[in-house]
């Protein structure tokens, strides 16, 4: 399917992946990819992660791709759903959870990389969900209704955390579409642990006497605590307010990138698949194994992949476009209900007022 001949710019735009990183991935996954010969010539384990690279670069039909690598539409599905799951089962430690800080220094080290990047101070990261579509699920009309999100079509959520570098370093997918993000994320164990402090180092900056703590980005549908911040919501805005939403919603851009990046290389999760809804989990949490290994690697994509670029003019696309075809989610705002946070949020907006001011 993917011939010794081709070049290496051929090679990449046909499985998304240089041959560095294919190379690596089929060293750490060959071991579930070899078959024992019982009566036949089973498929090698390089032909078993090009088919499953095509498909999650290209989002064929399964069919499409038997015809094409002559084979059984079933095998290649079989061969599909294993090697994704070699891939989350292998490479998922050290290429996702790795990632997320767990000391103070790595912390420290986030936030700096954040406030650098995006200038928002304190910030580790930021929280954003998209949309998968998922072909109609069985279960009646409850699992219908369940699924069937605000967009008009079916879906489960993709709910992630992305430091300033674009990487993913929490994921949670699954969840029906038709579900708020809020009650979504508190569902989650990440959550949990972090409210129970057991995540979180004990560490703070004072800027102007306030003790500002690691803080997690997230738009105004998540819950507002001392270490999530979120946009002020009022129905009218002062201007100190209305740019610290401003600040606030760039910084969170970066997770409009990663998602971008990350649907703009594997196609697959553009597309309402013929899988079920646990294929499609497994199938996105590979994607995002596979997006940061090649972030890892070095393994750059190019412009015309990223969905936040627009093809015709090769710049960036309007950000309420970009949310659309990424399928991001726009959930009803939550509460502000914690004290201690408006306390935290009050003195960043002052803060980032004095910085208007200078300028």
């Known amino acids: 399917m993917v011939s010794a001949r081709y070049d290496n710019a051929r090679f990449k735009e046909t499985l998304r992946v240089s041959r560095e990183t294919f190379l690596y991935i089929l060293d750490a996954i060959r071991p579930d990819l070899e078959r024992e010969s019982v009566g036949g010539c089973p498929l090698s384990p390089e032909l078993r992660l090009s088919l499953c690279l095509y498909r999650l670069a290209r989002g064929d039909y399964y069919y499409t791709i038997a015809e094409m690598a002559g084979i059984g539409e079933a095998t290649v599905c079989t061969t599909v759903i294993e090697v994704c799951q070699s891939i989350v089962n292998n490479l998922w430690a050290s290429a996702v959870a790795s990632i997320f800080p767990k000391t103070e220094d790595e912390f420290r080290e986030a936030m700096i990389t954040m406030e650098e990047h995006w200038q928002f101070p304190c910030a580790f ?55 708020h993000d809020s009650s979504i994320f508190q569902a989650t164990n990440i959550y949990a642990r972090i409210n129970n402090g057991t995540i979180l180092p004990h560490i703070a900056k004072k800027l102007n006497e306030t003790d500002i703590p690691p803080l997690l980005l997230g738009d105004g549908a998540f819950p507002f ?21 401003y600040r606030l919603s760039r910084a969170r851009m970066v997770t409009e990138g990663a998602f971008g990046k990350l649907k703009g290389r594997w196609r697959v999760l553009q597309r309402k698949c013929e899988c079920n809804k646990d294929t499609v989990k497994l199938v996105t949490l590979a994607c995002i194994v596979l997006h940061n290994l090649c972030i890892l690697l070095g393994d750059t994509s190019p412009r015309h992949w990223d969905i936040n670029v627009d093809p015709e003019t090769n710049k960036m696309r309007p950000r309420n476009i970009v949310r659309e075809l990424l399928q991001m989610r726009k959930c009803r705002p939550t509460k502000d209900s914690s004290k201690e946070a408006v306390k935290i949020r009050n003195c960043l907006q002052d803060i980032f007022a004095n910085e208007r001011e200078q300028y």
């Not at 605590?225 to 939403?245: C, E, G, R």
Request: charged content about 15%; some cysteine; hydrophobic content about 35%.
């Open 125 to 179: 990261g930021a929280i954003d969900g998209c949309n998968i579509p998922l072909k109609c699920p069985p279960g009646g009309q409850q699992s219908q209704k369940e699924h069937h999100n605000f967009k008009g079509f079916y879906s489960i959520v993709l709910m992630a955390i992305v430091n300033a570098k674009y990487e993913f370093t929490w994921a949670s997918c699954g969840y029906p579409g038709n579900n």
């Open 225 to 245: 605590h001392t270490w999530l911040m979120k946009p002020f919501s009022n129905a009218v805005l002062s201007i100190d307010q209305k740019y610290f939403n």
